[in-house]
């Protein structure tokens, strides 16, 4: 049986969501590779997007009761995940927020089913972490308790301190964060296919230089 998680970077470098080469990260570092989730921008890659996370959400065994998706990004990730969730016979309600509240109609900044009970947290990334932190004050100002992240892609490498950005999520929030894949498992795919072979060196050595345990 496949590794749900390296076919999920196989299919991230087939839409050229995940590259290699030489980019600048947000915060000044030169790195190896880039992911921009934001690429999978069709039908056909949306809906494979959504069983990875679907399937990554059951296997972590995290119990939850619905789906919030942050703005933006995590609008689209929330509401095709709770499909491919249906489709796995796990049917869960979703909501979402906007980032103005609406002062006409039913007003509000929050759309969709009523946040309630263990609340799953689906976004693209956790970079700063500032999505989560507005998720988590906006789930618990209606009551309900935010029970997890998930995310595509866990770079695992330092923020401004010993941490990076993810465990500064599970530390400060006492959230566990699941990943459809993380740096390991992408120099689990260079070491494993011969064609990559050119980038598992630098790589490594942006992990070792960065990289978090």
Known sequence: MSDFRQDFLKFALSQNVLK????????GRRSPYFFNAGLFNDGASTLQLAKFYAQAIIESKVEFDMLFGPAYK????????????????VNVPFAYNRKEAKDHGEGGVL????????VLIIDDVISAGTSVRESVKLIEAEGATPAAVAIALDRMEKGTGELSAVQEVEQQYGLPVVS?????????????????GNFLEPVRAYRERYGVA
């Open 20 to 27: 290699f080469g030489e980019f600048t990260t947000k915060a």
């Open 74 to 89: 995590g609008i689209i990730l929330a509401a095709a995940t709770a499909m491919m969730l249906a489709e796995k016979g």
């Open 111 to 118: 759309v969709g089913a009523p946040l309630k009970g263990r």
């Open 180 to 196: 459809i894949a993380n740096l390991r498992d992408l120099l689990a795919l260079l070491e494993n296919n011969a064609e990559f």
